[in-house]
């Protein structure tokens, strides 16, 4: 109740600037609470911190040309793309919120990442300047969403991670796709004996460790609620729901999946074994998946989701989530911010999004007919039906240095399974001591999901 009380203080002093700007223009409320500013008149000038053209190639051109058509229809607005870095992104929005100047516009990953900021009074709910007649076509909002309010509003779909084989390698080895859990260990066995490596990665920069994560850990857990639960301390990540993805890690380092210099590679690099036909299996972002495809070749490239080891209802699907745009809390203009999105959310402008990247639009009214490629009208269906990005729903610092960390270690073959369970119960431990704010969001976050 504090801090729904605190955020409110921030979102009318938010708003009163915001009006202020305006020349004095008048504001009021809708149904729902959303705001209804008036739009200003005067020179407006923007700032949007984004990400993603390293995973949806062709974005770069895409935000520009969504720019100057926005200026072509409100010629008083200034939007200037701030393009970040991967490892740069998260660091420059905390150095901009610290300083609560810079970005008017910025880009989020799903979750935990929309979600911290939010806690934290950087960025003000896109709900209440996107009515929810708009907001309910943008996919997987619900993981953005947060006592009653959308915090960040969904511009384009992350299927997490479809599980991309080659069928060239994979026939001259004499092995069938594997279908289940004991049918990718054998096809590891039977591949490495033809000196083919199983399946490609590189973990060095970490991020991968999330997407094992991901791709493994949610195949037993019943929702995303016991994780944020283990979070909160009502359970524990060493529990067996919540703990076995480590063993099915570990089976997979035992039986030489993986190329020898994962630890060695960073994620792109290691993809590329896959893409030089030097290995049969590899991950990839939904959103890069057409890059992969082509440069290999649509007859020769297979897609499943990773083989199913678990009994849970989430085994066996892909992982959905999308990739966000949140207002910031000092913006001057959050009503014309919010404007923008909703243009980059207009068919037109989806339609030239898919065209452009090969990327799925966040948005249910995008038309799947316009999707050719095989692989890509799979991963679009299997997106529909989806489970939870498990990354996005634990805190960042745990991810990296549990998932991220751990992960490294069980794949160099210096820690097992057990302990890498431990050393995250421990992680999560230490984080209910130092973070104890968010921690205790995270209790509210899983009483929400009931």
């Given at each position: 109740?504090?801090?729904?009380?605190?955020?409110?203080?921030?979102?009318?002093?938010?708003?009163?600037?915001?009006?202020?700007?305006?020349?004095?223009?008048?504001?009021?409320?809708?149904?729902?609470?959303?705001?209804?500013?008036?739009?200003?008149?005067?020179?407006?000038?923007?700032?949007?911190?984004?990400?993603?053209?390293?995973?949806?190639?062709?974005?770069?051109?895409?935000?520009?040309?969504?720019?100057?058509?926005?200026?072509q229809k409100h010629p008083n607005v200034t939007i200037k793309p701030v393009?970040?870095?991967?490892?740069?992104?998260?660091?420059?929005?905390?150095?901009?919120?610290?300083?609560?100047?810079?970005?008017d516009i910025q880009y989020f990953w799903g979750g935990i990442w929309s979600?911290?900021?939010?806690?934290?009074?950087?960025?003000?709910?896109?709900?209440?300047?996107?009515?929810?007649?708009?907001?309910?076509?943008?996919?997987?909002?619900?993981?953005?969403?947060?006592?009653?309010?959308?915090?960040?509003?969904?511009?384009?779909?992350?299927?997490?991670?479809?599980?991309?084989?080659?069928?060239?390698?994979?026939?001259?080895?004499?092995?069938?796709?594997?279908?289940?859990?004991?049918?990718?260990?054998?096809?590891?066995?039977?591949?490495?004996?033809?000196?083919?490596?199983?399946?490609?990665?590189?973990?060095?920069?970490?991020?991968?460790?999330?997407?094992?994560?991901?791709?493994?850990?949610?195949?037993?857990?019943?929702?995303?609620?016991?994780?944020?639960?283990?979070?909160?301390?009502?359970?524990?990540?060493?529990?067996?729901?919540?703990?076995?993805?480590?063993?099915?890690?570990?089976?997979?380092?035992?039986?030489?999946?993986?190329?020898?210099?994962?630890?060695?590679?960073?994620l792109y690099q290691g993809q590329q074994y896959w893409s030089d036909g030097?290995?049969?299996?590899?991950?990839?972002?939904?959103?890069?998946?057409?890059?992969?495809?082509?440069?290999?070749?649509?007859?020769?490239?297979?897609?499943?989701?990773?083989?199913?080891?678990?009994?849970?209802?989430?085994?066996?699907?892909?992982?959905?989530?999308?990739?966000?745009?949140?207002?910031?809390?000092?913006?001057?203009?959050?009503?014309?911010?919010?404007?923008?999105?909703?243009?980059?959310?207009?068919?037109?402008?989806?339609?030239?999004?898919?065209?452009?990247?090969?990327?799925?639009?966040?948005?249910?009214?995008?038309?799947?007919?316009?999707?050719?490629?095989?692989?890509?009208?799979?991963?679009?269906?299997?997106?529909?039906?989806?489970?939870?990005?498990?990354?996005?729903?634990?805190?960042?610092?745990?991810?990296?240095?549990?998932?991220?960390?751990?992960?490294?270690?069980?794949?160099?073959?210096?820690?097992?399974?057990?302990?890498?369970?431990?050393?995250?119960?421990?992680?999560?431990?230490?984080?209910?001591?130092?973070?104890?704010?968010?921690?205790?969001?995270?209790?509210?976050?899983?009483?929400?999901?009931?």
């Amino acid at each position: 109740m504090k801090m729904k009380w605190l955020r409110g203080l921030v979102l009318l002093a938010v708003l009163t600037l915001a009006v202020a700007a305006c020349g004095g223009g008048s504001s009021k409320s809708t149904q729902g609470g959303q705001q209804n500013l008036t739009f200003p008149t005067e020179p407006v000038q923007l700032e949007m911190w984004w990400w993603g053209e390293q995973e949806a190639a062709g974005a770069k051109n895409w935000v520009a040309d969504t720019i100057r058509l926005y200026k072509q229809k409100h010629p008083n607005v200034t939007i200037k793309p701030v393009l970040q870095t991967t490892d740069g992104l998260v660091p420059s929005f905390k150095a901009a919120a610290a300083a609560k100047r810079g970005p008017d516009i910025q880009y989020f990953w799903g979750g935990i990442w929309s979600l911290e900021p939010a806690w934290a009074d950087q960025i003000v709910p896109v709900s209440d300047y996107i009515p929810a007649s708009e907001l309910k076509h943008y996919l997987n909002a619900g993981e953005d969403t947060f006592d009653g309010k959308v915090w960040t509003a969904p511009w384009y779909t992350q299927p997490s991670f479809p599980v991309l084989y080659r069928k060239d390698v994979l026939a001259k080895a004499g092995v069938q796709p594997p279908a289940t859990w004991t049918d990718l260990l054998a096809a590891c066995d039977k591949l490495n004996a033809g000196g083919v490596t199983p399946v490609a990665g590189g973990i060095k920069d970490g991020w991968f460790g999330g997407w094992l994560y991901s791709l493994l850990g949610s195949q037993e857990v019943q929702s995303v609620q016991p994780v944020l639960q283990a979070v909160a301390g009502q359970k524990s990540f060493t529990d067996p729901e919540l703990a076995n993805w480590w063993i099915k890690l570990q089976e997979m380092r035992d039986h030489r999946c993986w190329n020898k210099d994962i630890n060695s590679l960073e994620l792109y690099q290691g993809q590329q074994y896959w893409s030089d036909g030097k290995a049969a299996m590899t991950m990839v972002a939904g959103s890069d998946m057409k890059k992969f495809v082509e440069q290999v070749g649509v007859d020769k490239v297979g897609v499943m989701t990773m083989p199913k080891w678990g009994a849970g209802p989430l085994a066996g699907k892909l992982g959905s989530t999308s990739q966000t745009l949140g207002i910031t809390s000092w913006s001057k203009y959050p009503q014309v911010a919010a404007d923008f999105i909703k243009f980059m959310h207009t068919p037109e402008r989806t339609a030239a999004w898919f065209k452009t990247t090969g990327a799925f639009p966040a948005d249910d009214r995008f038309d799947k007919q316009a999707i050719t490629l095989p692989q890509q009208r799979q991963v679009f269906d299997l997106l529909l039906d989806g489970a939870p990005y498990l990354e996005n729903y634990i805190p960042t610092e745990l991810d990296s240095q549990a998932n991220f960390a751990h992960s490294q270690l069980v794949l160099a073959g210096s820690e097992d399974a057990q302990k890498a369970a431990e050393a995250t119960q421990n992680v999560a431990n230490r984080i209910r001591i130092t973070k104890r704010s968010i921690v205790k969001n995270f209790g509210a976050w899983a009483e929400q999901q009931s």
